[in-house]
């Protein structure tokens, strides 16, 4: 039986990190101070606490400073958007990043709205969606911009492709899809609403899974020799209380049908990181251009 090649995301991740920190190397010593990146969490979620954890250790390895503020749960939506105000305004600060979910009392839109559109590099404010729409330059989501990165190290064909991405939110979804249209794609989306799943997922070329849902997507829902990327993170509690990470591909069933896989984790998460590292060195060369 021939199983799916794997897109590796942590090598590849590992190679742009690595040009990505001769590059900051280079910024320091011409430009005299490094790009930063503000990380803002409110609460102590333990999976955002892990997350924000990550990012910055990927800051620190590829020499990034790190501004990164914690708030305490009851913190006041005036006190935030006074912090990303200040961020705004700061020279030493290139990237704000606002680690959501929030609590409930906050208006995470809102605050989205607040942060400079050209500091924005998880690519969330309508200025940089709505760039995003028309195919002009500008600080891209982190997810999709590193699934569209890992499809071209593997040199797969999108133009004329039939894409389908299962999963419509803001953060991951629809920039998806419309990164999948510049490329000349030709894009379905499909969501918890749509019907016939299994014959939209199975008419795919590329099939995106960014559903949330653990192993929401099995064999029989994928087109033989298709490409399939997993971007799902769900962790799940087994019957003995072990806790693991699963994608929202079924891996083992799949990866007898795909032609090329992601893995869950060492495929989609490792690139998402690289990919906001790359955006807070873009919006500093943009602003020392
Ligand atoms: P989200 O905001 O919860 O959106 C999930 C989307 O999937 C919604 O559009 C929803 O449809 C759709 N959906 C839910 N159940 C479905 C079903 N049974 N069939 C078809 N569509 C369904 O989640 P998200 O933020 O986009 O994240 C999606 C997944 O990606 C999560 O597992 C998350 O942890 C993971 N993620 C990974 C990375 C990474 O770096 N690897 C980064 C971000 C997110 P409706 O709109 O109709 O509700």
Redesign the pocket.
Known sequence: MDYAQLLDGKALAQRIQSQLKDRVDQLRSTQGRPPGLAVLMVGDNPASAAYVRNKERACAKVGIASFGRHFPTNISQTEVEQTIRTLNQDPLVDGILLQLPVPPHLDAVSLLHQIHPDKDVDGLHPLNLGRLVRGEPGLRS??PA?VMSLLREYSIELKGKQAVV????I???KPMALMLLEADATVTM?????QN?TEVTRSADILIA????PE?IAADMVKPKAVVID????RITDYEGNSRLVG?VKFDSVREVAKFLTPVPG???P???TMLLQNTVLSYTRVHA
């Open positions: 982190c997810t590193g299962v999963g419509r939110s953060l991951v979804g499909a969501h918890s609403r749509s799943l960014a559903a949330g849902r929401l971007v799902g993170m769900n929202d495929g989609v998460g690139m998402t990181v």
